[in-house]
């Protein structure tokens, strides 16, 4: 998950920030690791390799900016530009103005034998794992503002340790310093007081988001449930965008049906469990009503409803009667509320990007509509204040079963606080190194 590769990515660039003289360093790693008169070439190719990591973070720093904007496709004029967008457009200038080979997967995977670049190639792993999270919950624009934010932060202060370490590499032989960053230390001050204007505390449901690995196909000689369960895991791993509004009440009615199917299946079984399944098919009838409110013709979800529709054509060749195992219908509840916490998410974030719209009647006839007796003529408003539509307070009533969690996972608050320290420390007066 982002907060857990990008924990590590900072904790290793704090051990980084901490470490001075590293060209002694490097020497004395190289001299322990290989003995004999090929130091001079070893510390060559460590520099090159160090340069290498240095780019990969680099650019997962540009990507993160460009990918993980909540309004990606929008045009802004020169006047109109905030922070935000400043230090997108600088950190794609210092990317094209130094070209550097990406690590390969040996070189990230294989442990090196000097202190400092272990440290780099940690630093370049976690990255090259927190490009996935980019295209599967962090990206394409469905972040909340405040995460938004939150990861403009974790940028900024990622850009600025990789500044700090390229001033303190400048001495070592063959090392290239950064082009174009005249302008980079404005940018991410700029950044840093646009976060804090205008987020209070920072959003740590970003930390919770994270890229799922694809599920193992089903072989066609398995039990109908497994495909059952198949098909709803399929259906949560694809929601991790916003599905258009005719996509979503596709959705809500497979998920209703779905709901209905497993109630007959599960009252022999479990009847605690049936009553779950029967409140969640009136959740779901109860959405599919509020929706007609609504209105959205930009989104995805094509794939979503054809998994959801899988489900309930597999559901539906079980039959009522036909023994099912008791821990696979309480997989299929699990799956159930993972499904309803994801749908909940979308729908929050469709009208918080104003990719859905609140339906309203104006007092007066529509002469254009083509029917022989006119309707009310009709108009679509985003939605102005959050909350005040059916739709989404009976998604947070019934859908939402996980709370919004306010904290960090694991370590991710400690290392964060850490790595403010590591950016902002001194070095002590007389201090000194041991070779």
């Not at 709901?259 to 299946?265: M, P």
């Not at 299929?332 to 990007?353: H, K, M, P, S, Y």
Request: charged share 25%; with cysteine; net charge positive.
């Amino acid at each position: 998950m982002y907060g857990e590769n990008i924990g590590l990515l900072r904790t290793e660039l704090a051990h980084l920030l901490r470490q001075y003289h590293v060209s002694h360093r490097i020497d004395r790693d190289l001299a322990r690791a290989y003995p004999g008169p090929g130091v001079v070439d070893s510390r060559g190719e460590v520099v090159a390799l160090i340069r290498s990591y240095r780019h990969s973070v680099l650019n997962w720093c540009y990507q993160a900016m460009a990918h993980g904007d909540p309004n990606p496709k929008a045009e802004h004029s020169a006047n109109l530009l905030e922070p935000p967008d400043r230090l997108r457009q600088s950190l794609g200038r210092v990317v094209s103005k130094n070209p550097a080979p990406l690590p390969r997967l040996e070189q990230l995977t294989t442990p090196q034998p000097v202190a400092a670049l272990e440290s780099w190639r940690q630093a370049a792993k976690m990255t090259a794992l927190a490009e996935h999270d980019l295209g599967h919950g962090t990206g394409d624009g469905l972040l909340s503002h405040r995460e938004w934010l939150t990861l403009v932060g974790d940028v900024a202060d990622i850009t600025r340790a990789l500044l700090i370490l390229d001033k303190r590499y400048r001495h070592l032989p063959e090392w290239e310093t950064l082009r174009g960053i005249r302008l980079l230390d404005r940018y991410l001050d700029d950044c840093v007081v646009h976060v804090r204007e205008r987020s209070v505390k920072l959003d740590s449901n970003l930390d919770w988001r994270a890229w799922r690995p694809p599920d193992p196909e089903v072989p066609p000689s398995a039990e109908p449930i497994v495909h059952v369960i198949a098909a709803e895991r399929r259906l949560l791993n694809s929601l991790g965008s916003v599905p258009s509004m005719a996509n979503l009440r596709h959705l809500l009615t497979s998920q209703r049906e779905v709901s209905h199917l497993a109630v007959d299946r599960t009252r022999d079984h479990d009847r605690e469990l049936a009553n779950r399944f029967h409140r969640r098919e009136h959740a779901y009838g109860s959405l599919l009503r509020a929706s007609r409110t609504a209105a959205g013709l930009v989104g995805t979800g094509a794939e979503a409803t054809r998994h959801s529709a899988d489900a309930v054509n597999r559901l539906v060749s079980i039959s009522a009667v036909s023994p099912i195992p008791l821990g696979s219908l309480h997989e299929l509840d699990t799956l159930f509320r993972q499904v309803d916490n994801a749908l909940c998410a979308a729908i929050e974030e469709g009208f918080g990007a104003r990719l859905y719209f609140v339906r309203r009647a104006l007092p007066r006839i529509d002469p254009t509509d083509g029917h022989l007796t006119h309707q009310a003529r009709e108009l679509f408003d985003p939605l102005q204040r959050e909350g005040r539509t059916p739709l989404i307070t009976i998604a947070r009533r019934y859908l939402r079963t996980n709370p919004v969690r306010t904290a960090a996972p694991g370590s991710t608050a400690v290392t964060r606080a850490d790595f403010h320290a590591a950016i902002t420390q001194r070095r002590s007066r007389g201090s000194t190194i041991s070779l």
